[in-house]
Each structure stands twice: as C-alpha cells, then as structure tokens.
C-alpha cells in the first residue's frame, strides 16, 4: 500500500509542478511578456494544458485511487492521506469528462481573450472585445454540457471556483444582502460628495507609490525571499509554489488606490504561502475556495487596511512621502476619507458598503449571458443600465463600464460571486479571531502582524486544500456562512442602526 500511495504522490506531484509552470507562464504574460507574443502564448499554454489533462485523466491514476479508497476509508478520515485521496477522486472525476481538445482550447483562448481586452481596453471600446467574449461563453456551453447531476447550468461553473455552492443557495444570500444594503447606502452614503471626500490633491508619483507600497509590505510580513510585487493593468497573485509568491498592484497617479489593491493581493498570497509544507506539490497545497481566498483579501484590504489602528500606525510615514497631497490632512480626516460611502463606477476602488452591489450585477449579467437572456451586442447598454439602477452612475465609456474587470477575458464566469462570500466569512473570522487576541488593535497600531499571521496560518491556511469550504469554515468559526455579523460590522462602522 505504501507504494501505491508513493506512486500516486510522485503523479500528484508532476501534475502540482506542471500547473505552477502554467500559473508562471500566465504571470509572466501579464507582467513581463510583450503584447505581441500573446498569440504564441497561446500556443505554448494550450500544449500545456493538453500534457496537464493527459496527466489528471490517466487511467494509471483510476487505478491507484481504487486500490488505496478501501484502505482510506479505514484511517482516520481527517488524516492528510485520506483527503488528499478524496480530492484526488473529486479532481480526476471532474477532468474525466472534459475532452483534452475542449481543455486545451479553453486555456488557449483565455491567453487571446486577454490580449483582446488589453487592446478593447486601450481603445476604450468594447467591440474589438466581443468576439473573443463570445468565444468563451460558446466554450463554457460545451463544457458545462460535459457534466451531468446538476440543477442548474450556472452550478458548474460555480463549482469550480467554489465547490459544492449552488445558485440556489446563493440567490437567497444574494437577496438578503441587497436588500440590507440598499438602505444602507442612502443612510450612510453622500454621492454629493467628492470622492475619497475631496482629502487626496495633487499627484503620487508611481515610482514614490512602490516605495509607499513596499513599505506596507514589509510591515505586514512581506519576505523578499519568497515575494514579489511588479506591476499590472489588473493587480492579480499567483506564485510558483508556497515559497514563490507573486503580487501584482496598480498605480494610478491621481490616487492611492494602489495601497488597498496590494493589501488585497497580499491576503492573497499570506495564504498560499502559509498552507502548511507537507502539502506542497500536491492538490491540498492551495485555498479551498476563492470565497476563503477573498475572505482574507478583503480581510487585509479592509478590516486591516481601512481601520484607524493601522493608520495611526502607517499615515505619518505616508505623510512624509506624500507632503504635498497629504501634509495638511490629519489622520481623522484621511481615515474619513478611505472609509467613504459613496457609489462609485470602479469595482476595486468601491467602499465596502457599495462594493457588494458590483459584485451583484455581475452575478445577475453572468446568468443572463450563460442562459442567452443578453446578446452581447448589447452587454454594454445593459451593464451601464444596471449601474444606473443599482448605483444611480452614469457610466462614461466601455473602459469605465463592462470592460473594467480582467475575469472574463480569460473566461472565469462564476468567479465573481466569491467576492461577496468573502466579505461575509471575513467579519466572521475576524471576530472569532478577535476573541483570541483581545489585544489585536494595539497590536496593529504597533506594527506587531505576527499575531494575526500566525492565528490566521494556525486556524485557516495551514489546512490549504485538506477539508471542504464548509468543513474549512466550521472549524474557524465554529458555523456556516451568516450574513449578520458582516451586516452588523457595516453599520457600526457607518454609524447606521439596524431597520
């Protein structure tokens, strides 16, 4: 028996080092790569994933599952070698019924869509876009035609980024929110207002920017040895492996958006980077869900990000670097200032208590386009109407609107629902957390994030992959995902009591 689990950790372990090669192939296009070699790019990435499919679906692999599941199901069922069995069946149950051709053409045509939305985006125009959108939602049809024991189209595509959720438990969560935070926005919100409330004047220099930001990062737990951060057009993470963490952020010169955005990545990569070393080049060594991935995204963009203990900490050295915008803005001010609600046309530069409605439309717009309901023709007519009615925004232009975001351009539908999740299991955890280390607000105002790294990789990351997202939470925060703490943590926040 101990062979046959040797055998199949040396496949896993081929497969883990084939898929880090082709997440590097991916950051380099979007960091490094020039725009021209996207169509050879393509080329090289759908080779790969054609050798990456040949290897999750050999039947060399069917065999040793059914000889090592009768031995798995007699040891501990929490033990690292029955889950990585478990997951090993879910993976190669799933990659059975996807043709190799359909796999190699969806990663192919992830890498051309991309170069399609750069130069839609550079020309502020959606239509140079379309075609390529099209592509992939033809693509999405075949593959969710491959699978069989689902309600609902959409279901499939969420079980990728977030196993086991369904629409039909999303919907009403989805409902629950909106309805809550519709009157939270008026009570709490002034789209009178300048945006960031009128506190940032003047430019940030980009090069400026990056020292601010690696400053942050290092504060916070940033490793030069095992980290980098470079820049893109859709900050991003990815990584070669627990040890090889990549960070992207964007810096914009008339704010410093820059700082939340590399905060967000940094959750991100915290998390991969802490899942614990036994796990490594193995389907455990990764997060469980994009839902508990965003969880700690937004958890270091916001609930670290966006609070006044860490500023009283982070804004003078700021000052120092920005005098000129932010010499004569105190920290009350500034803090004011990055917790405005105000509904605004960017997704990742909305406020906490809008950002949810973003995430919304997209969620709505993504059925409609699997189910035909929208014609792509007119998908930028609808979103800017859906901006309109959600947010009460004019959009100005496509690269303003329905080409603001990087996902669909590779093709990830069903990924942008995690994004909510993850602000709701993020209050969760903070609060179970907080319980642990009552003394968490003085020590972020110190610049002490060990703690709170060290509870996070203790209860959270050191189990990458091993349980499911509902086993993951359960053991976090003692329960499933609830709305009410995140509800509750808003409106404290804003001042607003409950209806």
Same mark, same amino acid.
Request: hydrophobic fraction near 40%; charged fraction near 25%; charge should be negative.
């Given at each position: 028996?101990?062979?046959?689990?040797?055998?199949?950790?040396?496949?896993?372990?081929?497969?883990?080092?084939?898929?880090?090669?082709?997440?590097?192939?991916?950051?380099?296009?979007?960091?490094?790569?020039?725009?021209?070699?996207?169509?050879?790019?393509?080329?090289?990435?759908?080779?790969?994933?054609?050798?990456?499919?040949?290897?999750?679906?050999?039947?060399?692999?069917?065999?040793?599952?059914?000889?090592?599941?009768? !031995?798995?199901?007699?040891?501990?069922?929490?033990?690292?070698?029955?889950?990585? #069995?478990?997951?090993?069946?879910?993976?190669?149950? %799933?990659?059975?019924?996807?043709?190799?051709?359909?796999?190699?053409?969806?990663? %192919?045509? %992830?890498?051309?869509?991309?170069?399609?939305?750069?130069?839609?985006?550079?020309?502020?125009?959606?239509?140079?876009?379309?075609?390529?959108?099209?592509?992939?939602?033809?693509?999405?049809?075949?593959?969710?035609?491959?699978?069989?024991?689902?309600?609902?189209?959409?279901?499939?595509?969420?079980?990728?980024?977030?196993?086991?959720?369904?629409?039909?438990?999303?919907?009403?969560?989805?409902?629950?929110?909106?309805?809550?935070?519709?009157?939270? +926005?008026?009570?709490?919100?002034?789209?009178?207002?300048?945006?960031?409330?009128?506190?940032?004047?003047?430019?940030?220099?980009?090069?400026?920017?990056?020292?601010?930001?690696?400053?942050?990062?290092?504060? +916070?737990?940033?490793?030069?040895?095992?980290?980098?951060?470079?820049?893109?057009?859709?900050?991003?993470?990815?990584?070669?492996? #627990?040890?090889?963490?990549?960070?992207?952020?964007?810096?914009?010169?008339?704010?410093?958006?820059?700082?939340?955005?590399?905060?967000?990545?940094?959750?991100?990569?915290?998390?991969?980077?802490?899942?614990?070393?036994?796990?490594?080049?193995?389907?455990?060594?990764?997060?469980?869900?994009?839902?508990?991935?965003?969880?700690?995204?937004?958890?270091?963009?916001?609930? +670290?990000?966006?609070?006044?203990?860490?500023?009283?900490?982070?804004?003078?050295?700021?000052? &120092?670097?920005?005098?000129?915008?932010?010499?004569?803005?105190?920290?009350?001010?500034?803090?004011?200032?990055?917790?405005?609600?105000?509904?605004?046309?960017?997704?990742?530069?909305?406020?906490?208590?809008?950002?949810?409605?973003?995430?919304?439309?997209?969620?709505?717009?993504?059925?409609?386009?699997?189910?035909?309901?929208?014609?792509?023709?007119?998908?930028?007519?609808?979103?800017?109407?859906?901006?309109?009615?959600?947010?009460? #925004?004019?959009?100005?232009?496509?690269?303003?609107?329905?080409?603001?975001?990087?996902? !669909?351009?590779?093709?990830?539908?069903?990924?942008?629902?995690?994004?909510?999740?993850?602000?709701?299991?993020?209050?969760?955890? !903070?609060?179970?957390?907080?319980?642990?280390?009552?003394?968490?607000?003085?020590?972020?105002?110190?610049?002490?994030?060990?703690?709170?790294?060290? !509870?996070?990789? &203790?209860?959270?990351?050191?189990?990458?992959?091993?349980?499911?997202?509902?086993?993951?939470?359960?053991?976090?925060?003692?329960?499933?995902?609830?709305?009410?703490?995140?509800?509750?943590?808003?409106?404290? %926040?804003?001042?607003?009591?409950?209806?």
């Amino acid at each position: 028996m101990n062979a046959q689990l040797t055998a199949l950790r040396r496949h896993l372990g081929e497969i883990s080092d084939l898929q880090s090669i082709a997440g590097l192939l991916f950051w380099d296009q979007q960091t490094m790569m020039p725009p021209a070699g996207a169509l050879n790019r393509g080329d090289s990435l759908g080779t790969l994933a054609r050798v990456i499919h040949a290897r999750e679906t050999d039947p060399m692999l069917a065999r040793l599952l059914d000889a090592l599941e009768p !031995w798995a199901a007699e040891q501990d069922p929490d033990s690292d070698d029955a889950r990585l #069995i478990f997951w090993t069946r879910r993976d190669f149950e %799933k990659a059975v019924r996807v043709p190799e051709d359909l796999a190699a053409e969806m990663t %192919k045509a %992830k890498a051309l869509g991309q170069h399609a939305w750069l130069e839609a985006r550079a020309a502020n125009d959606f239509k140079p876009f379309r075609a390529a959108l099209a592509h992939h939602v033809e693509l999405r049809h075949r593959y969710v035609a491959c699978f069989t024991g689902f309600d609902h189209p959409y279901d499939v595509l969420l079980d990728d980024f977030e196993p086991g959720l369904t629409i039909a438990e999303l919907r009403p969560l989805f409902a629950e929110l909106r309805d809550a935070l519709v009157p939270l +926005v008026a009570a709490a919100g002034n789209p009178d207002q300048p945006r960031n409330d009128g506190a940032f004047q003047g430019e940030f220099d980009a090069e400026a920017q990056r020292v601010a930001v690696l400053d942050v990062l290092e504060a +916070v737990g940033f490793d030069p040895d095992s980290w980098r951060l470079d820049p893109t057009l859709h900050p991003f993470a990815s990584g070669g492996g #627990i040890d090889d963490i990549r960070i992207t952020t964007h810096y914009e010169p008339g704010d410093l958006d820059s700082l939340f955005a590399t905060m967000h990545e940094y959750g991100h990569g915290l998390y991969e980077h802490q899942v614990a070393a036994e796990l490594d080049r193995g389907p455990l060594a990764s997060g469980v869900s994009l839902g508990l991935h965003e969880s700690q995204s937004r958890m270091w963009e916001n609930l +670290v990000g966006r609070s006044l203990p860490f500023w009283r900490m982070f804004y003078p050295r700021l000052q &120092e670097k920005f005098a000129g915008a932010l010499g004569g803005i105190d920290l009350d001010a500034f803090y004011r200032s990055v917790n405005q609600v105000q509904p605004s046309l960017i997704r990742i530069h909305a406020d906490e208590v809008t950002y949810n409605m973003h995430i919304i439309l997209r969620f709505e717009l993504e059925q409609e386009i699997i189910g035909g309901r929208v014609a792509l023709a007119d998908l930028p007519e609808e979103w800017n109407r859906r901006m309109w009615d959600y947010l009460g #925004i004019e959009v100005p232009d496509d690269a303003h609107g329905v080409l603001q975001d990087v996902h !669909w351009s590779g093709g990830s539908m069903g990924y942008f629902p995690t994004y909510t999740l993850g602000n709701v299991m993020s209050v969760q955890i !903070w609060e179970r957390l907080r319980e642990d280390l009552p003394e968490l607000d003085e020590q972020v105002e110190r610049g002490e994030f060990a703690p709170l790294r060290e !509870w996070l990789g &203790e209860h959270l990351h050191r189990h990458g992959r091993k349980y499911t997202p509902e086993e993951t939470l359960a053991k976090v925060v003692g329960g499933p995902i609830e709305t009410a703490p995140y509800l509750r943590y808003l409106r404290d %926040k804003h001042g607003v009591p409950a209806a």
